[in-house]
T-cell receptor, first 111, second 113 residues
């Protein structure tokens, strides 16, 4: 069975600094997608970034980028120039047919 | 504007009553999903539907029921058989099932006392 593990329940970062959230997953599949979702205090789940497993190039979306290491089954999210609005719960998710979520990392951006 | 709506945002029920949560989307997505989120936890899949008039159980379907009579709508009924119904419920949709990213509604907070 596929599993997703986020080993950092809570993290904090100073405004304008860079922070990296960790995620590892376990699967025997070769074709799959990985996602990071953000859940701010409003509790709306927002897609931050996606990565196709067949692509070697790491995905980027403005200040958000990933470090995808397929062999190590690692998919970390880097947030550059952190902003107060980045304060949220971040979920890593694996999709090989069904979307499976990690437990989440609560990120606080401090002024 | 295209999107997913869930109503109501907050719902209160007495124990023993069935309650139906609404989910509507105008994104022309084929697949729709229901998740449950408990405090400090990730999302768990309750039911999903890949096409109208068809749906499958997810990981925690016991005590829940769904219908998919229209492409745009995927209501979830929380029955009295659900032992711990108090939770935050999220509906999502995607173009297809499988590896497509899912888009989420704003959620419904259900409290049963």
């Amino acid at each position: 069975a596929q599993t997703v593990t986020q080993s950092q329940p809570e993290m904090s970062v100073q405004e304008a600094e860079t922070v990296t959230l960790s995620c590892t997953y376990d699967t025997s599949e070769n074709n799959y997608y990985l996602f990071w979702y953000k859940q701010p205090p409003s509790r709306q789940m927002i897609l931050v970034i996606r990565q196709e497993a067949y692509k070697q190039q790491n995905a980027t979306e403005n200040r958000f980028s990933v470090n995808f290491q397929k062999a190590a089954k690692s998919f970390s999210l880097k947030i550059s120039d952190s902003q107060l609005g980045d304060t949220a719960m971040y979920f890593c998710a694996f999709c090989g047919g069904k979307l499976i979520f990690g437990q989440g990392t609560e990120l606080s951006v401090k002024p | 504007d295209g999107g997913i709506t869930q109503s109501p945002k907050y719902l209160f029920r007495k124990e023993g009553q069935n309650v139906t949560l609404s989910c509507e989307q105008n994104l022309n997505h084929d697949a729709m999903y229901w998740y449950r989120q408990d405090p400090g936890q990730g999302l768990r899949l309750i039911y999903y539907s890949q096409i109208v008039n068809d749906f499958q159980k997810g990981d925690i379907a016991e005590g829940y029921s769904v219908s998919r009579e229209k492409k745009e709508s995927f209501p979830l009924t929380v029955t009295s058989a659900q032992k711990n119904p108090t939770a935050f419920y999220l509906c999502a949709s995607s173009y297809g099932s499988g590896t497509y990213e899912q888009y989420f509604g704003p959620g419904t907070r259900l409290t049963v006392t």
